[in-house]
């Protein structure tokens, strides 16, 4: 979003002066604590999923096909996952991974995230993120109920509320995966020295939200950018047993250095390594690593490999490699 630096310089413009205090602003964790979550029974953590679905059905706003979504067999099992969908989509977006996490015998909740997926395509320009904390405490909550060893998948800004979940003291995400996580934007689209004034400016709503050709609010977007930031530095050991990521080269909306360095100090905190795979051009995929096409269904186990720290299934010119641990 080249956009994005004229919007900036434009909005530097009207605040003359104010330019050195954006870059001392302090940025990030007020509103994004949550108070640990009280331990659910899996009855209990079954019904909370399925009055929050329940009330989706009967709120006219919310798209039928976007509701959130409780796969169980019925009763605790050994693997339970949490699957966090990306800004502007919904847990439709997981439709295909989840039902493969499924078969391969875990429990698996996706949450819709609030103001997604509702026949106001704009509500997501109206995002917090306390709000987007709170959604992903109260899913850890109702997902680590689900089975006796849990984690995380998270997508783009999903990514980062699936690494903000792992490191929140008190939660024992065991398995960590995120798909082109945003951690900060595409140098290309916002340079580094962009990112904390347009957090400020429009993350703080100090300007008047923007709307990018992407359909991605500026407001909303920096929502997560915030959540991002206030990550622990150095990160927590938490008791991680597999972390990795997926990424596409092809992908311009994130940036990739930060998509894999950030997860990679979070391993190192854990003393795990990072596995890393790296989408092949050829299949075209570009931000939406769920978008796989007539691959899919060959990716999608490679992400539960990934996901569960396995040797990913071979097949194609994809790399995986297990990224060193800097100490």
């Given at each position: 979003m080249p956009e994005i630096i004229a919007l900036l310089v434009g909005g530097l413009a009207l605040v003359g002066a104010a330019v050195a205090g954006l870059y001392l602003w302090p940025v990030g964790r007020r509103g994004l604590r949550v108070a640990p979550a009280r331990p659910l029974d899996f009855g209990t953590a079954t019904r909370a999923a399925a009055a929050i679905i329940a009330a989706e059905a009967a709120d006219p706003e919310v798209r039928p096909e976007s509701r959130s979504r409780l796969l169980s067999h019925g009763s605790r099992t050994g693997r339970a996952v949490l699957l966090l969908h990306g800004y502007t989509l919904a847990p439709e977006q997981y439709e295909g991974l989840a039902e493969e996490f499924f078969d391969s015998g875990y429990n698996v909740w996706v949450?819709?995230?609030?103001?997604?997926?509702?026949?106001?395509?704009?509500?997501?320009?109206?995002?917090?993120?306390?709000?987007?904390?709170?959604?992903?405490?109260?899913?850890?909550?109702?997902?680590?109920a689900l089975g006796d060893e849990v984690g995380v998948v998270g997508i783009s800004g999903g990514a980062v509320l699936a690494a903000w979940l792992a490191q929140v003291p008190g939660n024992v995400v065991r398995h960590l995966l995120l798909l082109s996580p945003f951690f900060g934007p595409n140098p290309r689209q916002a340079p580094a020295y962009a990112v904390k004034p347009l957090i400020v400016l429009y993350g703080r709503r100090v300007l008047r939200d923007r709307v990018t050709s992407r359909g991605y609010s500026l407001a909303?977007?920096?929502?997560y950018l915030t959540i991002a930031r206030a990550l622990p530095n150095p990160p927590r050991r938490t008791g991680l047993r597999t972390a990795a990521v997926a990424i596409s080269p092809l992908d311009g909306v994130v940036d990739l250095r930060a998509a894999?360095?950030?997860?990679?100090?979070?391993?190192?905190a854990n003393a795990i390594p990072l596995r890393v795979c790296t989408?092949?051009?050829?299949?075209?995929?570009?931000?939406?690593?769920?978008?796989?096409?007539?691959?899919?269904?060959?990716?999608?186990?490679?992400?539960?490999?990934?996901?569960?720290?396995a040797t990913a299934p071979e097949s194609g010119p994809a790399t995986t490699n297990d990224a060193p641990i800097r100490r």
């Open positions: 949450p819709r995230a609030p103001q997604h997926g509702t026949v106001d395509r704009r509500a997501h320009h109206r995002v917090e993120a306390g709000e987007l904390t709170t959604y992903a405490a109260q899913g850890w909550a109702v997902a680590a909303a977007v920096t929502q894999v360095d950030v997860p990679r100090r979070i391993a190192a989408l092949p051009e050829t299949l075209g995929v570009e931000h939406n690593t769920l978008n796989l096409g007539a691959d899919g269904d060959e990716w999608r186990r490679r992400y539960v490999a990934l996901y569960e720290g």
